[in-house]
């Protein structure tokens, strides 16, 4: 006779991932599947908690918010990894590469985003928010260099001041947005360069 599963049996659900109730079932090359386990293991979780991860990342790059995100995302990869593939070095870690990947994605967004034909209007969501600055700080943060490079600063703020990689047992991930895996692969550029930064 066949035994029926109690309400609540089973094993618990483990990871971040809660509420699973659908099955995916998808054939992989046997690297993939190693390199998922790997990462897996690396990351102290089960196979369908990663790849759930790995998904529910792709999703949230290319799907959820606006693909015109998730194409620049991908573009830029793209020219990084061309760029790395004939320095032949890491632009974390060689400074000519590094300049290039800077130069080419300045070049890359500058062929794509729409050039003005006259004065730049400030958006009235920048104005509001530019409203409450000191005078000088205002005046900056109306420009789109001086706007790009605050929010650059707020994200690198963010990044570097990520919550360690090995969060506590138990408690649910607060770091949705992946600032820790950001600092992990990357490095702290605080530490890379502060010897040659002048402040």
């Known amino acids: 006779m066949l035994r029926k599963r109690a309400p609540g049996g089973g094993r618990k659900p483990q990871g971040d991932f809660r509420g699973s109730s659908e099955v995916l ?15 897996a293991e690396k990351h102290r979780r089960s196979l ?3 790849m ?3 998904l529910d990342f792709w999703v949230g790059r290319y799907v959820r918010p606006k693909p015109h995100i998730g194409a620049l995302t991908h ?10 593939q004939k320095t032949g070095r890491r632009w974390t870690t060689d400074a000519f590469t ?5 130069h080419g994605i300045e070049y890359f967004v500058f062929h794509f985003a729409p050039i003005p034909d006259g004065p730049l209007a400030v958006p009235g969501n920048v104005e509001k928010f530019a409203a409450s600055m000191p005078l000088r700080a205002r005046e900056r943060h109306r420009t789109p260099a001086g706007f790009g490079e605050d929010r650059a600063f707020a994200l690198i703020s963010q990044i570097e001041n990520a919550p360690a990689e090995e969060k506590p047992l138990g408690l649910r ?7 820790w895996q950001i600092l992990r692969d990357l490095g702290s550029g605080w530490e890379r360069n502060r010897k040659s930064w002048p402040f």
């Open 98 to 102: 590094g300049a290039a990947v800077r």
């Open 52 to 54: 759930q991860s790995a």
């Open 75 to 84: 573009a830029v990869a793209l020219l990084v990894d061309g760029i790395e």
């Open 173 to 179: 991930f607060t770091d949705e947005r992946g600032f």
């Open 48 to 50: 369908s908690q990663e």
């Open 25 to 39: 079932t998808a054939r992989v090359r046997p690297e993939l599947r190693g390199a998922l386990m790997r990462l």
